[in-house]
């Protein structure tokens, strides 16, 4: 008698499985043509022939991604949940870059062919496309129209890259943190507190500081207002 109910509960978490991940499948189709649909209008078969790809990967958060030192030719475009990009220095990581939904990263060593620098994790669990040059070939080589997308979203990334990188290098740790606030206030809470020190380029405990100073002059502000 236990046996068979054994058996049923193990067909049952099976099938919710299978249940969940068609779940995720759609989630991730629905949002990648959304974001697709932004650069270029596809037909039936284009987004038969990106889901033929089998490039979607549902990962749990702290998986890493690239080691440093490994070799790699992936790409990633995340459609949901969050991934960092961070350098091991003297046992201490520091991170350099937070990707969230719809940014892509294009590693180094996926352009120039050399042991990575760094590594790339997961912070929280994550849906994303994992795709390589042989990927993106094929795909321009069947369906032109492609290339436009690509085009249009690679020149928007790097100026988008760029501006942050120089706002970032002529700021203070308050304006790197105040500039979080406004343009990407879901940082603040869904990164470690550790991991966002690290990125502002203070430790922890000035970041605790850093927040305290900056609500304390957002309340003198509003009585004063």
Known sequence: M????????????????????????????????????????LTEDEENAILSLDVFRSVKKGTILLKEGQRSQNEYFILKGCIRKYYVIDGEEKTTAFYTEME??????????????????CVEDTILTVANKDVGVELLKNFPKFELMCRKFSEELVAKQQIDFDNFKI????????????????????VPQHQLASYLGIIPQSLSRLRARVLDKRAKSYFLS
């Open 171 to 190: 700021s203070t740790p308050e304006q790197r943190y105040l500039t979080l606030l406004q343009n990407r206030p879901d940082l603040i809470q869904r």
């Open 104 to 121: 892509g990263l294009t590693p180094h060593c996926a352009i120039n062919n050399a042991p990575s620098e760094y590594f790339v994790g």
């Open 2 to 41: 236990n046996k068979n109910i054994r058996q049923k509960t193990k067909v049952k978490t099976l099938a919710a499985s299978v249940t969940d991940d068609s779940n995720k499948i759609e989630t991730m189709k629905n949002i990648l043509f959304d974001f697709v649909s932004k650069y270029v209008t």
